[in-house]
C-alpha cells in the first residue's frame, strides 16, 4: 500500500491561524457587547424623548422648571452684568419676549463674582433641560424694582418707602435673590420621585444638587450678616428671610415647608440649634413642593389660577397652562 505523501505542516504557521482566529471570535463577542450596551444605553438615555410610558409624564415635569431656570438665568445675568440671555445666548429664548425692568445692580466685587457664576450655572441649567426636552419659549418676567418691591410689602404687611430695590446695592440684592433658588429646589425634591426615567431622574438631581449649593451660598453670606440692619427699613437680614419664608409658607398653604436663617431652638437641626443655614424639615431633609405650589407663590397670588408676581401673563409648559384655560 503506498504511502500517501502530505505537505509537512508549520507548526509555526498553524499557531498563528489558529491565534488569528481567537483574535477574531474575541472582536466579535466584544462588538456584540458593545452594541448591546450602547442599545441599552441609548434606550434609557432617550427615555424621555421617545413615545413611552414615561414620556408625557417626565416631559411635564422636566418642562415646568423652565419657568424658574428662565426667571433665575435673567434675574442674575442682568444683576451682574446689565443685559441677559437676549445678549449672551438668544437662542435659548426661543423668540420669548424680554424680561420687565431688570438692570445691573450696584454690587461688591465678590457678590458681583458669586451673582456672576450663578448667572452662567443657569444659562447651564436651561441647555441641560433643552437637551432633554424641546422646552417653550421664554415667558414674560418681571424683575422690576415694583415687583420686588410686592414682594416685601406684602410679607411686612406693610408698605416700605422707600419701595423696596433689589438693585440698590449687595444687601439688598442678595435679600432678593433669597427669594429665587430656594423655590425651584423645592420642586426639584417634589418631581424627583413621580419621575419613571432614570435619565429624567438623573438630570433632575444634577439640577437639584448646583439649585442647592446655590441656595446655601446664598443663605450662609446673608447668615454672616443677619443681625445687620437694612437701611432705611430698620429691619434685620434675619428678619427678612422670616418674612420671606413666612409669606411663601401662606401662598403656598401647603403648611411649613420654608424657613429663616433663625428658628426657635426647637425647630432646628435636632432641636440642638437656632441657628439655621439650611432649612430642612425635622430630620433636615430638603422640603418639597408640588407645581401648583410654586406656581402659587411665584403668581403672589396664592391662586396657580391667577397669574402676577413675577409672571404678569403667567408661566408657560403644559402643567401651568392647564390651570390658565
Known amino acids: 500500500m503506498k ?3 502530505e505537505y509537512p505542516r508549520n507548526p509555526l504557521r ?4 489558529r491565534i488569528t482566529e481567537e483574535r477574531r471570535s474575541l472582536l466579535v463577542s466584544i462588538v456584540m457587547v458593545l452594541f448591546f450596551f450602547n442599545t441599552r444605553h441609548l434606550q434609557v438615555m432617550s427615555c424621555p424623548l421617545e413615545k ?33 440671555l437676549d445678549k449672551v445666548a438668544p437662542n435659548l429664548t426661543m423668540g420669548g419676549p424680554s424680561p420687565i425692568g431688570a ?24 441647555r441641560a433641560i433643552k437637551k432633554t426636552v424641546r422646552g417653550f419659549a421664554r415667558p414674560l418676567l ?8 410686592k414682594v416685601m410689602d406684602d410679607a411686612f404687611g406693610r408698605k416700605f418707602v ?3 430695590d433689589p438693585y440698590a446695592n449687595s444687601y439688598n440684592y442678595l435679600i432678593a435673590s433669597y427669594l429665587v433658588p430656594y423655590v425651584g429646589l423645592t420642586g426639584y425634591v417634589g418631581a424627583n420621585p413621580k419621575l419613571k426615567c432614570p435619565a429624567s431622574r438623573k438630570l433632575v438631581a444634577g439640577l437639584l444638587g448646583v439649585e442647592s449649593g446655590q441656595d446655601a451660598v446664598i443663605r450662609t453670606m446673608l447668615y454672616a450678616k443677619a443681625k445687620h440692619i437694612v437701611h432705611p427699613y430698620g429691619v434685620s437680614v434675619a428678619a427678612f428671610t422670616d418674612r420671606i419664608s413666612d409669606l411663601r409658607n401662606k401662598l403656598g398653604k401647603m403648611g411649613v415647608k420654608d424657613e429663616g436663617l433663625v428658628v426657635h431652638k ?3 437641626a435636632e432641636g440642638q440649634v437656632a441657628g439655621n443655614v439650611l432649612a430642612g424639615d425635622e430630620m433636615s431633609l430638603a422640603f418639597d413642593r408640588t407645581p401648583e405650589e410654586i406656581l402659587r407663590i411665584v403668581y403672589g397670588s396664592g391662586d396657580e389660577r391667577t397669574p402676577g408676581g413675577f409672571y404678569p401673563k403667567g408661566a408657560d409648559g403644559e402643567i401651568a397652562k392647564s390651570y390658565l384655560d
Open 3 to 5: 504511502a500517501t505523501w
Open 14 to 17: 498553524s499557531t498563528e491561524m
Open 52 to 84: 413611552t410610558n414615561c414620556t408625557d409624564q417626565d416631559r411635564k415635569l422636566l418642562e415646568f422648571p423652565l419657568n424658574l431656570e428662565y426667571l433665575e438665568a435673567e434675574f442674575f445675568l442682568f444683576g451682574a452684568l446689565g443685559f441677559g
Open 103 to 126: 438692570q445691573i445692580a450696584n454690587l461688591d466685587r465678590l457678590t458681583r463674582d458669586i451673582v456672576l457664576q450663578f448667572a452662567w450655572q443657569e444659562v447651564g441649567h436651561l
Open 142 to 149: 418681571d424683575l422690576s424694582k415694583k415687583s420686588f418691591a
Open 162 to 164: 422707600p419701595p423696596f
Open 266 to 268: 426647637a425647630m432646628g
